[in-house]
Every structure is written in C-alpha cells, then in structure tokens.
C-alpha cells in the first residue's frame, strides 16, 4: 500500500506584496509536490493583494489584515491556521526552483532530532552567490546567514547541520 505524503502548509506573509506574488505563486503552484496548502497573510496592503489573491488565486487561504500587524504576528496567524504535517514559510518575493517543495520534504524525516531544514537562498539578481545556506550562530551568539556571497556551486550537495533556517524558506516539523 503507497505511504501518504505528508501535508504541507506554506505561510507567506505580505504587505503590498503583489507585485513579487505574481512572480512566486506561479513557481509555488507548479512544484512537483502535490499535497500542501498556501496560506497568504496580507498585512494591510494598498496595493490590491486581497482582491488580486481572490480573483487570481481562489486555491490560496487568504488573512486579510486590516492593518500591518508586524511579521512575526502575521506569521503566528499563518501557522494557526495551517493543518499542514511540515509548514514551509517563504517571503513574498521568492522564486522557487522546480522540486522545492519535494526536497525539503525529503529531508525533515531524515532524523528524528530534525525540527527545521534549512534551504539554500541566492541573490534575484545574482543567482550564482549565496544569501543564506541556513543561519548559523557564531561564538559571540550572533546569529548570521550562513555562506552569504560564496558561489552557490560551492555549497555541499549533501545536508549539513546548520542552527535553523532563514526566514525565507525554511520548513518547520509541526
């Protein structure tokens, strides 16, 4: 009998995002992985988000803000409202690469200490160098994006043990 993939919640939290949402909802919705949740949390935009969200993406589990309730608010919202197994927080303007969803998927059960997994984030304007490959703390306890400016190509195919994910595309084991 085939297992049941487990259900994934992703939670993006936006304030007069459209304009970077029309570029990531496509990449989102056109992964391999078939079984997760959008839930978009907009945090009082000006921008027609909310209609633009209704009209374009009925799919999509819309918070509709009065007003901007900060991110960590909204993004606690987003998480209330999840059902998903993993839940995957993205900014507003992240691209996904093809198999996003599947990878870091693929990686939370690897271990049963594996609370978040970490992805690999490189720059919009240049995709060969890396913004983070997850956060590491260093010895003062000041946490950072780990490998920011090295060359993407450079970073180990294999997992590594980072501190946590960065904001942007990180998957957290409800």
Known sequence: ????????SVVIVS??????LIRCLPTL?????????VIVIDNGSTDG?????????????LIAN??????CTATNQGFAASRGEYIIVLDDDTVLEPGFLSAMVAAAPAADDIGMVASQIVLD???ELIDSAGIEVDWAGLAWNRHI???AADEPAEP???????????LYRR
Do not use: S
Not at 49 to 60: E, F, G, H, K, T
Not at 66 to 71: A, I, P, R, V
Not at 160 to 170: D, L
């Open 1 to 8: 009998m085939p297992t049941q993939l487990p259900f994934v």
């Open 15 to 20: 304030y007069n995002g459209k304009k970077y």
């Open 29 to 37: 919705f056109n992964q391999d992985y078939p079984h997760f949740e």
């Open 49 to 61: 988000l909310a209609d633009w969200l209704r009209a374009d993406y009925p799919q999509v589990t």
């Open 66 to 71: 009065g007003e901007n309730l900060g991110y």
């Open 125 to 127: 304007h240049a995709p």
């Open 149 to 151: 400016g090295l060359p």
């Open 160 to 170: 590594v043990e980072v501190f946590g994910p960065a904001g942007a595309g990180g």
